[in-house]
């Protein structure tokens, strides 16, 4: 069964970078009808889409993100990896990683989750 | 890009059912067929219960269902439980690999 773990500094100073990693066990993260992505949600908020990556590293930036974000994959370790630069009090947020299937019979769905993983933005 | 457009919140008692709409454009709900629903239990990471407007994955009990009619995409939930009280965000696939969230629904069950 796929699973994908968030790891990474809880805690980040502003001005600095935003660094996490999703670690996917349970399957390969090489397969041709997935790419990875990034959610994230601030505290008593909504969901807002970050990004996604396709094994081959072609990558897929929310317009008003994408001044400040990097996403990144590592096949030979079965992970991907977020950036996010400059970060504000208003990146204080859950962050989550997800599959993204893109199939003949399922398109464009987050079928499966990480846990979640907190970054507070604070000094 | 702009958030989809969902409600608040809803609410209804045991065993009726109730809708939650979500509201896009003609750019993105309305242009491609691929609307999916999340529901997520506060401290949980969300759960995809319906794809492609209308499809439900395994294990998704049938009392979920969804459909669009033009700009707009509804969730259906019929034969309320306690267990269903939770947020609910659509998406919807937006071309060029991006995707759009809606701002999300909470579902109290009276």
């Known amino acids: 069964q796929l699973q994908l773990q968030e790891s990474g500094p809880g805690l980040v100073k502003p001005s600095e970078t935003l660094s996490l990693t999703c670690t996917v066990s349970?399957?390969?993260?090489?397969?041709?009808?997935?790419?990875w992505g990034w959610v994230r949600q601030p505290p008593g908020k909504g969901l807002e889409w970050i990004g996604n990556?396709?094994?081959?590293?072609?990558?897929y930036y929310n317009p008003s993100l994408k001044s400040r974000v990097t996403i990144s994959v590592d096949t030979s370790k079965n992970h991907f990896s977020l950036r996010l630069n400059s970060v504000t009090a208003a990146d204080t947020a859950v962050y989550y990683c997800?599959?993204?299937?893109?199939?003949?019979?399922?398109?464009?769905?987050?079928?499966?989750w990480g846990q979640g993983t907190t970054v507070t933005v604070s000094s | 890009q702009s958030a989809l457009t969902q409600p608040r919140s809803v609410s209804g008692s045991p065993g009726q059912s109730v809708t939650i709409s979500c509201t896009g454009t003609?750019?993105?709900?309305?242009?491609?067929?691929?609307v999916s629903w999340y529901q997520q239990h506060p401290g949980k990471a969300p759960k995809l219960i319906i794809f492609?407007?209308?499809g439900r994955p395994s294990g998704v009990p049938d009392r979920f269902s969804g459909s669009q009619s033009g700009n707009t995409a509804s969730l259906t939930i019929s034969g309320l439980q306690a267990e269903d009280e939770a947020d609910y965000y659509c998406?919807?696939?937006?071309?060029?690999?991006?995707?759009?969230f809606g701002g999300g629904t909470k579902l109290t069950v009276l």
């Open positions: 997800a599959r993204i299937v893109s199939s003949s019979f399922l398109h464009y769905a987050m079928d499966v």
């Open positions: 998406c919807s696939y937006a071309g060029s690999y991006t995707f759009l």
């Open positions: 349970g399957g390969s993260i090489s397969s041709s009808s997935y790419y």
């Open positions: 990556i396709y094994y081959s590293g072609s990558t």
């Open positions: 492609d407007v209308s």
């Open positions: 003609s750019s993105d709900v309305g242009y491609y067929n691929y």
